[in-house]
C-alpha cells in the first residue's frame, strides 16, 4: 500500500507539478517549430513558453526559455524605399510590432501587416507567433521573435556619361543610375532623338545620334527624371568624308525607274515615317556585327555627285558592301522587323528597330528573308545582297539611324565606340561592371 502511494505521489509531481520536473532542450520536441523569417532570414525565438499535452491531454508539461542572445540584429537589410517581407508560421496567431528610431510604424495583428515601403533608419521589430488556450487537448502558447535592422538611404540618382568630344556619324551614350521605380526620364537636346529605355533595375539609357551632318561645336542634353535634372554638353568634331563622282547610266530603263520622281514619293511615303518610330526597350545588345562579307565600297557620309554634276551634292547616308549577289545579310543586332518590302528606289528592303529609335536599313536585297513584326536575333539571316532599285551592281546599302540622323555603320562596329560608354563620372563600380557585362 506504502509503494504504491509513493508511485502515485511521483507520477503527479512528475507531470501535474510546474517547475517540479526539470526539463532539457530535447522537452522542446513536444514543441512546434514556428517558421518565422524577416526578408527570408530565418529567426529564433528570444522568448518562448510552451503548454505540450501528455497523455493524449490528460497533463500538459510546461515549457518555457528564454534566450537574449536570439534577438538577431541583421544590420543593413536594404535600402529606402523596402518593401519589408515577412514569413510568418501557419495555425499561429501572430501580431507585428514594428518601431522605427523607437517611433511605431506598425502595431497590431499580423493579417493587417501589408509589406510597408520603409524609408531609411533603424528598426526594431517584434512578433509574436501564439496559439490561445482551449478546452481541447491541443498545446498551447507562445513565441517571441525580436530583430533590429537597418534601412540604407536610397542613392541619389545620377547621370553618367559617356565620351562628350564626338565625332560626325558618332552615337553619345549616357546612363541614369538608382532612379526611383516608376519614374520615366526623357532628355532633349537638339543633336536628335533622345529616347531612355530602362536598362535594369533603376538605371535607363539613351543612345543619341550625333548625325553625319551635324555641324561641329557645342550641344547641350538636358536630361529629366522627377524633379531631378541633369545637363552635360557635347563637343561635336569634324568627320573627314571623303566625296566621290558617281558614273550611273541614266538610259537604262531599270535606272530610270528607279530614280524617277514616283520612286523618290513612294520612298518618302514609306522611310521618313519611320524615322519618327521607335520602341520603348532596347532589343539590342553587345557590338554591333558587320551584316555580310564583303568589301566596303562607298564610306558612310560620303558626299556624292552623280555624273559630274558638281551643283547638287547628295549625302551617301549607308556605307556599301560590295559583294556578289545572294551573300547573306544578317541582322548586325537584335531588334524588330519594321519594314521588309520591295520599294522602287531601295529595292528589296528590310528595317530594323534595335530599340530607342535605332534603327538598321538595309537596301538593294535580292531576296527578303524577314517578315515585318517579327523579331530577329542577332546573326539571324533577312536577306541577301542583290542591286534591286537605284544601284549599279550588287552591293548591300546598310544605314543606320537614331530617329532621322544617320550613323556612321563602322564605329558601332568597334567596342569602344560612343554606343557603348555610357559609363564614367564618380559611380560605383559595380554598376559600371554590371553595364559591361550586359554588353559583353
Ligand atoms: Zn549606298
Known amino acids: 500500500m506504502k509503494r504504491i502511494f509513493f508511485i502515485a505521489l511521483a507520477v503527479v509531481c512528475c507531470f501535474a507539478g510546474y517547475g517540479i520536473y526539470s526539463y532539457t532542450v530535447a522537452d522542446w520536441r513536444l514543441a512546434p517549430d514556428p517558421q518565422t ?3 527570408e532570414t530565418r529567426l529564433e525565438p528570444a522568448e518562448a513558453e510552451w503548454h505540450a499535452p501528455l497523455l493524449k491531454g490528460l497533463f500538459r508539461k510546461a515549457l518555457s526559455r528564454r ?3 536570439s534577438e538577431a540584429a541583421l544590420g543593413p537589410i536594404g535600402t529606402a524605399p523596402l ?22 510604424v506598425f502595431d497590431g495583428q499580423a493579417a493587417a501587416w501589408e509589406p510597408i515601403a520603409l524609408e531609411a533608419g533603424a528598426y ?9 488556450e482551449t478546452n481541447g487537448t491541443a498545446g498551447y502558447g507562445s513565441f517571441r521573435y525580436r530583430c533590429t535592422f537597418t534601412v540604407e538611404p536610397a542613392p541619389e540618382p545620377a547621370l553618367l556619361t559617356g565620351r562628350t568630344e564626338l565625332r560626325q556619324g558618332d552615337v553619345a551614350a549616357l546612363r541614369l543610375v538608382h532612379i526611383p521605380p516608376g519614374l520615366a526620364p526623357h532628355a532633349e537636346t537638339e543633336l536628335g532623338m533622345a529616347i531612355f529605355t530602362p536598362d535594369g533595375p533603376g538605371a535607363w539609357y539613351v543612345a543619341i545620334p550625333v548625325g553625319n551632318a551635324q555641324n561641329p561645336g557645342q550641344y547641350g542634353i538636358r536630361v529629366q527624371a522627377g524633379d531631378r535634372s541633369f545637363e552635360t554638353t557635347i563637343t561635336v568634331l569634324p568627320f573627314d568624308f571623303v ?15 528607279a530614280n524617277s520622281p514616283a520612286a523618290y514619293r513612294e520612298y518618302r511615303e514609306k522611310i521618313p ?6 520602341d520603348a526597350e532596347r532589343h539590342w545588345h553587345g557590338v554591333f556585327a558587320v551584316p555580310a562579307d564583303g568589301r566596303v565600297s562607298t564610306e558612310f557620309g560620303t558626299i556624292r555627285y552623280t555624273n559630274g554634276d558638281y551643283s547638287r551634292p547628295r549625302r551617301h547616308n549607308g556605307m556599301d558592301i560590295a559583294a556578289p549577289e545572294g551573300t547573306p545579310v544578317f541582322a548586325p543586332n537584335a531588334g524588330r522587323v519594321v519594314m521588309a518590302e520591295r520599294l522602287l528606289n531601295t529595292g528589296n528592303t528590310v528595317v530594323i528597330e534595335h530599340g530607342g529609335g535605332l534603327k538598321s536599313y538595309f537596301f538593294h536585297l535580292s531576296r527578303i528573308d524577314a517578315a515585318p513584326g517579327g523579331m530577329a536575333e542577332k546573326g539571324a539571316q533577312i536577306g541577301a545582297v542583290g542591286s534591286t532599285g537605284y544601284s549599279t551592281g550588287p552591293h548591300l546599302h546598310y544605314e543606320v539611324r537614331i530617329g532621322n540622323r544617320p550613323i556612321n555603320p563602322s564605329m558601332l562596329f568597334e567596342a569602344d565606340a560612343g554606343l557603348y560608354c555610357a559609363e564614367g563620372g564618380e559611380e560605383d563600380a559595380q554598376l559600371r561592371e554590371a553595364f559591361r557585362r550586359r554588353e559583353e
Request: charged share 20%.
Open 273 to 278: 515615317p519611320l524615322f519618327d518610330t521607335y
Open 124 to 132: 526594431a521589430l517584434e512578433i509574436d507567433c501564439s496559439v490561445p
Open 37 to 39: 523569417a524577416v526578408m
Open 243 to 257: 566625296e566621290q563622282n558617281l558614273i550611273v547610266d541614266t538610259s537604262s530603263a531599270a535606272i530610270s525607274e
Open 67 to 69: 534566450d537574449a542572445a
Open 83 to 104: 518593401p519589408l517581407s515577412l514569413a510568418l508560421p501557419q495555425g499561429f496567431e501572430h501580431r507585428v510590432r514594428l518601431l522605427r528610431e523607437g517611433e511605431p
